[in-house]
């Protein structure tokens, strides 16, 4: 992470942890999942002198993106993979569990139809769709740095009982993680960060792929 300075700032009823990337080159920054609290991210924004140029959404559930909206700006687009496009402009299941639903919002910017390396402005980072606790579930890879959404905490992983999710894809996508070459800090969409040696070792939903 050479070349980007890295906040976390927790937002919303669930402790949702949602990052900014400052380059250290420029006031550009890249928010992922604000899930809520728009004031509260728009502040410490100020205090890093960055403006966000994108939003990338880990996967489409409210506690990631409640704060979409108030964090559109003409320069700040918002990316979504494509099968979790819908949540955007739809309310789902959740909606009576939560205090304010202002969706349906603006449809996303961008949207990911395939894995791979993208570029924002200075920012470079590659894209993994790892599918299970949503269809749309991905990883955005930044130099030596994962962030998972809700696919892999500390020691466990994202809920595969929700509608939309499914365990075998689950399983699937968590070994393409554990198959990464070398090692990864770990920043998840709940809980404290993690490196991906340690989850090879000790988290009990990948033990089925240590030899």
């Known amino acids: 992470m050479n070349d980007y300075i890295l906040r976390t700032v927790k937002v919303g009823f669930m402790n949702t942890?949602?990052?900014i990337l400052k380059s250290k080159t420029s006031e550009n920054a890249i928010v992922i999942d604000p899930g809520e609290d728009a004031i509260?991210?728009?502040s410490v924004l100020?205090?890093?002198d960055a403006k966000c140029i994108l939003i990338l959404l880990t996967h489409g559930h409210f506690d990631h993106i409640l704060g979409v909206e108030n964090m559109r700006t003409t320069r700040a687009k918002v990316a979504i993979h494509e099968l979790d496009a819908h949540s955007l402009t739809e309310k789902d299941v959740f909606s009576s569990i939560i205090p304010k639903d202002d969706r349906p919002f603006a449809p996303a910017d961008i949207l990911f139809t395939e894995e791979g390396d993208y570029k924002a402005e200075e920012f470079t980072f590659s894209l993994i769709h790892t599918p299970g606790h949503t269809e749309g579930s991905v990883c955005y890879v930044f130099d030596d740095i994962i962030f998972t959404g809700d696919t892999l905490f500390k020691n466990a992983i994202g809920r595969t009982d929700f509608s939309g999710s499914d365990p075998e894809k689950m399983i699937r996508s968590l070994k393409r993680l554990y198959d990464l070459p070398g090692d990864y800090g770990i920043y998840p969409g709940h809980e404290e960060k993690t490196?991906?040696?340690?989850?090879r070792k000790y988290n009990p939903y990948m033990k089925m792929f240590r030899n």
């Open 195 to 199: 490196v991906l040696s340690d989850e």
């Open 46 to 48: 100020r205090d890093m």
């Open 17 to 19: 942890n949602c990052y």
């Open 40 to 42: 509260k991210i728009k």
